[in-house]
Nanobody, 126 residues
Framework: QVQLVESGGGLVQAGDSLRLSCAAS????????MGWFRQAPGKEREFVAA????????SLSDSVKGRFTISRDNAKNTLYIEMNSLKPEDTAVYYC???????????????????WGQGTQVTVSS
C-alpha cells in the first residue's frame, strides 16, 4: 500500500519559517516528479511547488517564489519544502503529491499526480 505522510505543520507567526516533510512508503518515487499543493478554507487546491525526479528541475508558484524551497532525498524517499517569511495568506492544508509515471515533466495541475497525502495544517498568524 502506497502512503504519503506529511509532517511539520503547525501554528506560527508571520515572518517565521517551517519545514514540511513528506515520507513515502510502499514504493519508491526516485524516478517520479513530486509536488506540494495547498488548500485554504473555501478555496480550490492550488499548486505550490514541484520537483523532478532527480531534483534538477523545480517549479514554484509566483506567490511563494523567493520564500519557499522544494527539495527531495531519494535515498530516504522523502520530499521537503522549506517555507520562509511566512504570511497569513500561506495558511492552508498542505498536501504532498507524487506522479505515478517515471520521468514525466513537472505538472502544476492536480491531475498530474496520482498519489496524495492526507495533508498537514499550516496556520500563520499576523
Amino acid at each position: 500500500q502506497v502512503q504519503l505522510v506529511e509532517s511539520g505543520g503547525g501554528l506560527v507567526q508571520a515572518g517565521d519559517s517551517l519545514r514540511l516533510s513528506c515520507a513515502a512508503s510502499g514504493r519508491r518515487f526516485s524516478t517520479n516528479t513530486m509536488g506540494w499543493f495547498r488548500q485554504a478554507p473555501g478555496k480550490e487546491r492550488e499548486f505550490v511547488a514541484a520537483i523532478n525526479w532527480n531534483g534538477g528541475i523545480t517549479s514554484l508558484s509566483d506567490s511563494v517564489k523567493g520564500r519557499f524551497t522544494i527539495s527531495r532525498d531519494n535515498a530516504k524517499n522523502t520530499l521537503y519544502i522549506e517555507m520562509n517569511s511566512l504570511k497569513p495568506e500561506d495558511t492552508a492544508v498542505y498536501y504532498c503529491a507524487a506522479d505515478d509515471y517515471s520521468y514525466r515533466s513537472i505538472s502544476r495541475y492536480t491531475d498530474g499526480y496520482e498519489y496524495w497525502g492526507q495533508g498537514t495544517q499550516v496556520t500563520v498568524s499576523s
